[in-house]
T-cell receptor
Framework: AQSVTQPDIHITVSEGASLELRCNYS??????LFWYVQSPGQGLQLLLK??????LVQGIKGFEAEFKRSQSSFNLRKPSVHWSDAAEYFC?????????FGAGTTVTVRA | AAGVIQSPRHLIKEKRETATLKCYPI?????VYWYQQGPGQDPQFLIS???????DKGSIPDRFSAQQFSDYHSELNMSSLELGDSALYFC?????????????FGEGSRLTVL
């Protein structure tokens, strides 16, 4: 069975500070890993994805994520947060594209 | 670029009524997925269709049914609605069952059951 754990329900970060969102997964084979962002009342937008190769992947809006097989983790990072990054972030795992999502991490950005 | 279109965006129904949600995938996408996201919950996979045939099934209640039509749009039919069906329903599409590795999500249809 596949599953995703996002340990942090809510994170508050100051504008301009760095951000790291944690994601741990359970999967029986090499996973496809994704990070999606959801702004209030909006749909899910793909930030980045990992299939294979370089374990550090770059995404949109200045986000990056690092796949660590030994830790079953796929943490999302951004060096300098902007107020527009306030949203809910979902990590997802899937092979056949029946994605399993984590519970999400809500990010609040303070001025 | 064209995105996944869902309609209606908002729907209010009474208990035991029926609702139908529609999804128009990105042109040339042949696979459609339906997800349900309850209040404060993560999206849960319901069902998917590839080339108009059901390709996978998740936690979809028996009261729900779905199909994909010849033009690749999909409809999710929900009958005997219950309060717990109130949720944001996402449709996503992809090409070749996600061979490109990405699902494109619509903005969702918010169903409220009173």
């Amino acid at each position: 069975a596949q599953s995703v754990t996002q340990p942090d329900i809510h994170i508050t970060v100051s504008e301009g500070a760095s951000l790291e969102l944690r994601c741990n997964y359970s999967y029986g084979a090499t996973p496809y890993l994704f990070w999606y962002v959801q702004s209030p009342g909006q749909g899910l937008q793909l930030l980045l994805k990992y299939f294979s190769g370089d374990t550090l992947v770059q995404g949109i809006k200045g986000f990056e994520a690092e796949f660590k097989r030994s830790q079953s983790s796929f943490n999302l990072r951004k060096p300098s947060v902007h107020w527009s990054d306030a949203a809910e972030y979902f990590c997802a795992v899937g092979r056949d594209y029946k994605l399993s999502f984590g519970a999400g991490t809500t990010v609040t950005v303070r001025a | 670029a064209a995105g996944v279109i869902q309609s209606p965006r908002h729907l209010i129904k009474e208990k035991r009524e029926t609702a139908t949600l529609k999804c128009y995938p990105i042109p040339r996408h042949d696979t459609v997925y339906w997800y349900q996201q309850g209040p404060g919950q993560d999206p849960q996979f319901l069902i998917s269709f590839y080339e108009k045939m059901q390709s996978d099934k998740g936690s979809i209640p028996d009261r729900f049914s779905a199909q994909q039509f010849s033009d690749y749009h999909s409809e999710l039919n929900m009958s005997s609605l219950e309060l717990g069906d109130s949720a944001l329903y996402f449709c996503a599409s992809s090409l070749q069952q996600g061979a490109t590795g990405e699902l494109f999500f619509g903005e969702g249809s918010r169903l409220t059951v009173l």
